[in-house]
């Protein structure tokens, strides 16, 4: 699991992939009962609105991202959830794994947008969950 | 008459804390009837409150760490001359670590956000704020009476 903490809201968010609940890095070639997980935290007692962008970076020399979400954007997810220090927020979607390439891969989660009754900021967390495909 | 002059710091220091408790009450209280008589979204009301509440407690707490700081001061004037090196160091280490305690603050989180955060995730930073400084009063005037009671 990697964690990051945003600044200067201090969400505090983690990462990672899981097979059947287990938490994994090494992934097989096809792969596609993987999980990308996201939790955010928070030290706020109000619950606060917030969307948390990834995607699947693409890591040369492969020319396409080994690891791609299930999703109608495969390079982009973005969530949407509410936490609070009594409730963290939680998400998550399918991951496919190329069925022919391996290599590196990586998911990142980069940009958290959160909505309170003052409007609209965006806040950068920069977190990278290095995969392999083998 | 004497004790009186000698306890005259701690007291003070809890009047100014239990005035400044009600000010912060009244505050609060007209700045909600304001934004309900105003019509104001009740999220965005709760959440000016909130960044009220936690200026006014940092504001009430560095208030405190100045009497704190001062009746550490007295105490090293008024109690007995013998104890002056143990009770200049039990002065200046509660001080400091009261200093860094308000500059960690200031420097770690947003003043504004003091009433929504909970680092400990049991209570709001600013109503920790606000106990801490009832037991700052109260240690200070243990600790006055304790002097008293030696000299």
Known sequence: MQTRQSKPSRFNVDIWVDRQGQDVTSLTLGEASLNYHIRVRSIRKPSKQVDLKSVALIVAPAAAALVQFSHVTPLEWICSVSTSVTQPGASNVGVVVDPTASGSSNLQALELVISDPFGVTTETVQLDLPLTVA | ?151
């Open chain 2, 1 to 151: 008459m004497e004790v009186i002059h000698i306890l005259a710091g701690p007291v003070v220091g809890i009047l100014i804390t239990s005035l400044a408790f009600s000010d912060d009450l009244f505050i609060k209280y007209r700045v909600h009837a304001f934004f309900r008589q105003r019509g104001v979204a009740p999220a965005l009301a709760e959440a000016i409150e909130d960044m009220i509440s936690g200026g006014i407690a940092f504001a009430t707490f560095l208030g405190n760490v100045y009497i704190f700081i001062i009746n550490s001061l007295i105490a090293a004037i008024v109690f007995p001359r013998h104890d002056v090196e143990i009770i200049i160091l039990i002065g200046e280490i509660s001080s400091l670590v009261l200093v860094l305690q308000a500059s960690f603050i200031y420097s770690e989180y947003d003043i504004w956000d003091l009433g929504e955060i909970c680092p400990t995730g049991a209570t709001t930073y600013d109503v920790f704020l606000r106990w801490e400084q009832v037991v700052l009063n109260l240690t200070m005037l243990a600790y006055f009476i304790l002097g008293l009671s030696l000299s």
